[in-house]
Each structure stands twice: as C-alpha cells, then as structure tokens.
C-alpha cells in the first residue's frame, strides 16, 4: 500500500457524460501526479500540482481538467467523454514537485466510457 | 519518448534464476530514472531509482545499471522468485527540481515459473 488513495475503484459511464476521479497524496505531500493508462498509450503524463498550483502539464486533453485543493487532495476532471477515453488513471504523489523525487502511485480508478 | 504500450517484450524465467531487464530511454537530458513493477489490477509500485550521476545501484535482491552513453538502463533481479511476476516499467524524468514529468518506456512482461 503506497499510502495514495484514490477513489472510486471503477467507473462506468456514457460518452458525452462528465465524471470526477478524485485523489489524496500520502501523509506529508505536496506534488501530485496524474497519469493515464491505455492499451495503445501506455503511461501517460497528464499534469502535475504542488501545493495547489499547476507545476507541469502534459498530453492533457482540453476537456479535462484538474485541481488541488488546500487540504491536498486533488480531482481530475473529464468531460464530453469518449469511447478512447476509457483507460486507467493514476494519481502519484511525493513531497516535493522536483524530478529527482520518487513518485508513489494509487491504485488507480478504472473508466469505462460505453 | 513517448510510451508505446502495443506489444510488450516478455521475458519468461524459472524460479530462482536472474532475470535482467532492459530499457533504452529517450532523452539525454533526463537525470532520475525509476523501475517500477505493476501487478495486474494495481497501481505502479515503486523498485528502485537511480539518479544520473550514477551508474549502478543495488536494493535488496534488485540492482540498476545506467549507461549514459548508450542511454540504457537495466533492471537486475536475483534470484527471481513467482511473486516477481509482473509487468516492470522504467521511468525517465527531465525536470531537474522543478517539476516531475515521468516518461514511461512501454514495460516488459516476466513470468516467472515454478
């Protein structure tokens, strides 16, 4: 157990639809990560947050989204879903946002876009 | 560098063998570089990091070798036991200590037999 939590575990959902994953970092984080994991892509880079304010952006689509929130926790947003974007999403988080810092993942949330 | 996640190499070995995997990664200037294990219906879990500045390092069981030159890493298990059956990803990251952009290379299957 990384300590990452992530909720929920499996979503189901139509395309069109919005949905909401949501993340918290392990105890004393301040950067998190999040990622997307599909059978064509691979591990993706989404975006990152440190204390709030976006760090680093990625191969983030512009209908999603994300935040942190001042107790950490953290969302990622999707909306106008489509069929390939059902895949894997990760959260990691570490102390500090720097590239040298290990990164500990969730256990994911599962979508499924029908 | 972006990941490839089409068709992974396997690697199959006996129980109690060593097992080495190998990634080539993309950017000359990344300076972290993570192997992580991701056990079916799990998130990534952390192995062991290695920082540029470095050419080898050793964990329990588990030992990383970093070639700059070639750009190459490798991920050494000794004595490869049933539960290291997984699927191992290395990470490469080009922040610094600004932000932690994690590329992922497309992961390699080990089976291991008992």
């Known amino acids: 157990d990384s300590g990452v939590t992530q909720t929920p575990k499996h979503l189901i959902t139509a395309t069109g639809q919005r949905v909401t994953l949501r993340c918290s970092p392990r105890s004393g984080d301040l950067s998190v990560y999040w990622y997307q994991q599909s059978l064509d892509q691979g591990l993706q880079f989404l975006i990152q947050?440190?204390?709030?304010?976006?760090?680093a952006k990625g191969n983030i689509l512009e209908r999603f989204s994300a935040q942190q929130f001042p107790d950490l926790h953290s969302e990622l947003n999707l909306s106008s879903l489509e069929l390939g974007d059902s895949a894997l999403y990760f959260c990691?988080?570490?102390?500090?946002?720097?590239?040298?810092?290990?990164?500990?993942f969730g256990p994911g949330t599962r979508l499924l876009v029908l | 560098g972006e990941s490839v996640g089409l068709h992974l190499p396997t690697l199959s070995v006996q129980e109690g063998d060593n097992s080495i995997i190998n990634c080539a990664y993309s950017?000359?200037?990344?300076?972290?570089f993570i192997w992580y294990k991701q056990e079916s219906g799990k998130g990534p879990q952390f192995i062991i990091d290695i920082r540029s500045n470095m050419d080898k390092r050793q964990g329990q069981r588990v030992t990383v070798l970093l070639n700059k030159t070639v750009k190459h890493l490798s991920l050494q298990i000794a004595a490869t036991q049933p539960g290291d059956s997984a699927v191992y990803f290395c990470a490469e990251n080009a922040g610094g200590t600004s932000y932690g952009k994690l590329t992922f290379g497309q992961g390699t299957i080990l089976t291991v037999h008992p």
């Open positions: 990691a988080s570490s102390v500090r946002p720097s590239g040298v810092e290990t990164q500990y």
């Open positions: 947050y440190y204390n709030g304010e976006e760090r």
């Open positions: 950017n000359s200037a990344s300076d972290y």
